[in-house]
């Protein structure tokens, strides 16, 4: 059990490792405050290989918390298009705004403060306080609970929340301990020959967790620094720890996607400021499977007057909780020719707007649930 595991054995040998195993990545060459920030929040539910190129251009377009807090929605979304789970960059504009306003611009460096600002729970605040201020905190995701209830052979359900709780406070006093002991904390920021660092420490156990102690398939015990203190591999329970409470199942929903053209616009939409996908741009879509003429009677009912019609490929996209099962439609629509002021009207209720491809991939982010019809634009 991890409550009664020594974890200082586990310090030297994860530590040797990460110094020679350590992936170069771009947000661990100049670990500012912003950086850890944008970078923790960027690889929330994120791919590494995936962040990186996004992180480049986030940065580069907005390159301290001050810009982030001037920037406007539409920009900040566009930076973000594709890499899903808006909200996380909704609040961390929402965020920049308060460090501005409240905190002088400076990211605050005190854990507790770090938990005031919107979209930074536990792990993001023990992230920014020990990777860039090499303060003694924790910072506890996934990866740092499946390879501690793997080393202890703690088969608690590690969705649990006492058990990540226990894993802070067991952390926590580890790290505390390890820098009172060392004369080492962040005053000198862990460069000191000898000296203990929480950043090395607490990226050294999440990369253990990426590369080593993975979290599907098989662990590669046989390259890992903790083959011989880690108890779920003598006792050959690796396959059955950690233990895991399995998700609700997704929700399924249907939808029919219209690509409404005008020309060589198609017609986009802008999805309300709450919910998922707040604010982002979308193909104009309608809930359950349409048929070919249920589809021209809703685009005439729009105030557009279809010439020509025909079906696309289905698509499915899977968010975290509901998957969109689509159907879709290219519908040709005459050329700003309204039949009726009545037409005109409808049409101004629906909002949509009519962008070409070079305007959409500058200005308008598509989320990726459409990416299978972009190449249709
Ligand atoms: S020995 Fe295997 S199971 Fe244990 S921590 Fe290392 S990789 Fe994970």
Not at 24 to 47: A, G
Not at 120 to 141: F, H, M, N, Q
Not at 166 to 183: F, I, S
Not at 185 to 200: D, H, I, T, W, Y
């Amino acid at each position: 059990m991890l409550q009664e595991y020594d974890l200082t054995q586990l310090i030297q040998p994860l530590c040797g490792w990460f110094l020679q195993n350590a992936r170069k990545l771009p947000w661990r060459d100049d670990p500012t405050p912003y950086h850890v920030w944008v970078s923790e929040i960027m690889l929330q539910q994120t791919r590494v290989e995936a962040v990186k190129n996004y992180y480049t251009r986030f940065i580069k377009a907005l390159p301290d918390i001050s810009a982030l807090a001037q920037c406007e929605e539409d920009v900040y979304l566009k930076l973000w298009e594709g890499l899903g789970y808006y909200s996380r960059v909704r609040n961390l504009h929402a965020a920049a705004v308060q460090v501005m306003e409240e905190y002088d611009g400076r990211i605050p460096d005190d854990y507790g403060t770090l938990l005031k600002l919107k979209g930074i729970g536990s792990y993001t605040a023990g992230a920014i306080a020990s990777l860039a201020y090499e303060k003694p905190e924790p910072a506890v995701d996934g990866n740092v609970l499946r390879v501690l209830a793997r080393v202890s052979a703690d088969d608690t359900d590690i969705m649990n929340p006492s058990f990540r709780k226990e894993t802070e406070q067991r952390l926590r006093a580890l790290l505390q301990y390890c820098c009172e002991r060392t004369g080492s904390n962040e005053k000198n920021n862990g460069q000191e020959a000898g000296s203990f660092s929480p950043r090395v420490f607490n990226q050294a156990l999440m990369e253990l967790g990426a590369l080593v102690c993975v979290p599907n398939g098989a662990p590669n015990c046989e390259i890992c620094p903790w083959k011989d203190l880690c108890r779920a591999r003598k006792m050959e329970l690796t396959d059955r720890i950690p233990v895991r409470t399995k998700k609700k199942e997704r929700r399924k929903e249907e939808k029919t996607i219209l690509l409404i053209r005008d020309g060589d616009k198609i017609a986009l939409h802008k999805r309300p400021a709450k919910g998922l996908l707040a604010g982002l741009y979308e193909f104009p879509n309608k809930e359950g499977h349409l048929s070919e003429s249920q589809v021209i009677s809703l685009v005439r009912s729009m105030g557009y007057s279809p010439l020509r019609i025909k079906r696309l490929t289905d698509s499915v996209h899977i968010f975290s909780h509901v998957e969109w099962h689509m159907i879709a439609y290219s519908v040709l629509v005459e050329e700003e020719a309204f039949a009726t002021k009545e037409q005109k009207q409808r049409a101004a209720m629906e909002e949509l707007v009519f962008a070409d491809a070079k305007e959409q991939k500058e200005h308008y982010a598509l989320p990726s649930a459409f990416a299978a019809y972009r190449k249709d634009i």
